[in-house]
Antibody
Framework: EVQVVESGGGLVQPGGSLRLSCAAS????????MSWVRQAPGKGLQWVSG???????YYTGSVQGRFTISRDSSKNTLYLQMNSLRVEDTATYYC?????????????WGQGTQVTVSS | DIQLTQSPSFLSASVGDRVTLTCRAS??????LAWYQQKPGKAPKLLIY???TLQSGVPSGFSGSGSGTEFTLTINSLQPEDFATYYC?????????FGGGTKVEIK
């Protein structure tokens, strides 16, 4: 069964850091593009970052320079390193597998991990 | 960045109704658009990609159309399990973006 499971969320103070993990199973995540998508409480979906099968990385403007997406193919795991966190980064963060090797459509989503940035 | 505007934001309908949701892009995106369904407390679910291709396992009552800047998602006969929020997403260029969503509520 194709599945992704996120972990690593939690409560952090403004300016702090967190690293989210996304463990993939049932498929080789390095073969596909992968994305992080977040949803603030009561709000819509926001694409945050993506990595292509060739290793190209992309970010939405508000996280550029603060977040870093990466993958460990040997562990079949995707990461999102989040630095200089702000209150407005508070959200549920979803990991998603893309249909193709480059940015496209998210056909398999995790259950999400909650990130709360508060003092 | 490509902006996606969904309308309406809220839609009140009855079981059995046929409903049409709209998504407009700020620039042409060919057919590089997807639709997702999200229920409260759950992850989104891919319904349609490439503007009109039904994702495997999605009921045939869902259909999508459009190209360029204007797209529609049609639900032919609303079922109780279809009451949810629907989002469009463009895959034309990075950063990928979502529309603001349309919440379909029971009348």
């Amino acid at each position: 069964e194709v599945q992704v499971v996120e972990s690593g969320g939690g409560l952090v103070q403004p300016g702090g850091s967190l690293r989210l993990s996304c463990a993939a199973s049932g498929f080789m995540s390095s073969t596909y593009a992968m994305s992080w998508v977040r949803q603030a409480p009561g709000k819509g979906l926001q694409w945050v970052s993506g990595i292509t099968n060739s290793g190209g990385t992309y970010y939405t403007g508000s996280v550029q320079g603060r977040f870093t997406i990466s993958r460990d193919s040997s562990k079949n795991t995707l990461y999102l390193q989040m630095n200089s966190l702000r209150v407005e980064d508070t959200a549920t963060y979803y990991c998603a597998k893309n249909l193709y090797g480059t940015g496209s459509y998210n056909d398999c989503w995790g259950q999400g991990t909650q990130v709360t940035v508060s003092s | 960045d490509i902006q996606l505007t969904q309308s309406p934001s809220f839609l009140s309908a009855s079981v059995g109704d046929r409903v049409t949701l709209t998504c407009r892009a700020s620039q042409g995106i060919n057919i590089l658009l997807a639709w997702y369904q999200q229920k409260p407390g759950k992850a989104p679910k891919l319904l349609i990609y490439g503007a009109s291709t039904l994702q495997s396992g999605v009921p045939s009552g869902f259909s999508g159309s459009g190209s360029g800047t204007e797209f529609t998602l049609t639900i032919n006969s609303l079922q109780p399990e279809d009451f949810a929020t629907y989002y469009c997403q463009q895959a034309h260029s990075y950063p990928l973006t979502f529309g603001g969503g349309t919440k379909v509520e029971i009348k």
